[in-house]
Nanobody, 124 residues
């Protein structure tokens, strides 16, 4: 079974940048979809960005060109480059995977593998 470990979270001021990483280990499949989600206290988990093994990428509407999802050539690490961060981006960020499936959904229920999360705090 695939395991996911996030890193790279931290505290930044508004307008700053962070790069999150998600390292995958365990059984791998040729077909897959991976994504970043986030959740703030009292709010539902929302999709940030998704990338699948066909190269399709989709972002949540709130991203508005500020974030970039990517993957290393070995397809072991998933990244989320976050620029022009806003205080409302403060949340726990989670990496998620759907091994063996290809789609572009930003719905949490579509993913069956999750990391433990990494906290991002943006101050004004």
């Amino acid at each position: 079974q695939r395991q996911l470990v996030e890193s790279g979270g931290g505290s930044v001021q508004a307008g700053g940048s962070l790069r999150l990483s998600c390292t995958a280990s365990g059984t791998t499949k040729i077909d897959y979809t991976m994504a970043w989600f986030r959740q703030s206290p009292g709010k539902e988990r929302e999709g940030v960005a998704v990338l699948n093994s066909l190269g399709a990428i989709r972002y949540g509407d709130f991203v508005q060109g500020r974030f970039t999802i990517s993957q290393d050539n070995a397809k072991v690490t998933l990244y989320l480059q976050m620029d022009s961060l806003k205080p409302e981006d403060t949340a726990m960020y989670y990496c998620a995977a759907a091994p063996g499936r290809i789609f572009s959904l930003l719905t949490p229920g579509a993913y069956n593998t999750w990391g433990q999360g990494t906290q991002v705090t943006v101050s004004s």
